[in-house]
């Protein structure tokens, strides 16, 4: 990623599908890692808790580093056991055996131990039950594996021609010099071969529609479009 560019604010720029499309590139581009599109579009859609479970999932299988904590996976999921959400309770559960060793094994520190306790308990975990056996943590692996290509598919199906998924919720904002007042962000700005362009730009194509600029080199743009990178010549 080119220094300068205000990371996050190219994330939010994203739609739904380009989040999607992140997602689905394992963050090829190097644009927006699995478990951070998860998270955006949960805060978009606060109402649907399967965002806030693949978030916790890939988490987890990635092995995010500074960021990720037992204590932070189990207080996921007592989110999600409060969203109300019984058509998740075996994902969770295989979660659950997923992370087990990662949540009750291994020396930590005190106060981290009783965190955990204090969430485990919240759960109706302990951590004295029988831990899971190899193949019994490889089953539930699979079986989220495919829970999480059955969600994607389900919203990418859903986001064709750049449809958002849902009315997204709005974010509290103050106005920005740079950034149109209304919207709270910033202008698009139309695709031609004899501009330039900068880093986190947004860019709308005649064909390829709204993308978001990720580098800019010898007469070349990158931008990431809904569907995938491209290259474009420009100024």
């Known amino acids: 990623m080119p220094s300068g560019v205000d990371l996050h604010e190219m994330q939010r720029e994203l739609s739904d599908r380009a989040i999607l499309h992140c997602i689905w590139i394992r963050n090829e581009g190097g644009v927006l890692p699995a478990h951070e599109g998860w998270a955006l579009l949960y805060e978009r859609y606060p109402k649907e808790p399967r965002f806030l479970f693949m978030a916790a999932y890939q988490e987890l299988t990635q092995g995010v580093s500074g960021t990720w904590t037992p204590a932070s996976l ?42 955990i306790a204090t969430l485990a308990a919240a759960l109706d975990l302990s951590a004295d039950r029988r831990p899971p056996e190899e193949d019994e943590v490889f089953e539930a692996y699979t079986r989220l594996s495919h829970f999480g ?64 600029v990720q580098a800019v080199a010898r007469g070349r743009v990158e931008i990431l479009f809904e569907d995938a990178p491209r290259r474009l010549i420009c100024g």
């Open 74 to 115: 189990l207080a996921k999921v007592v989110r999600l056991r409060k969203h109300g959400s019984p058509e998740l309770e075996e994902q969770i559960d295989d979660l659950l055996t997923v992370a087990w060793s990662d949540v009750f094994e291994g020396a930590m520190p005190r106060a981290r131990r009783r965190e």
């Open 149 to 212: 290509r059955s969600v994607l598919k389900e919203f990418h199906d859903l986001t064709i021609g750049d449809a958002p998924i849902g009315v997204r919720k709005q974010p509290s904002t103050i106005p920005v010099p740079g950034r149109t007042a209304t919207t709270g962000r910033r202008p698009k700005k139309s695709y031609a071969p004899h501009k330039g362009y900068l880093p986190g730009e947004v860019v709308v194509h005649p064909t390829f529609g709204v993308g978001v």
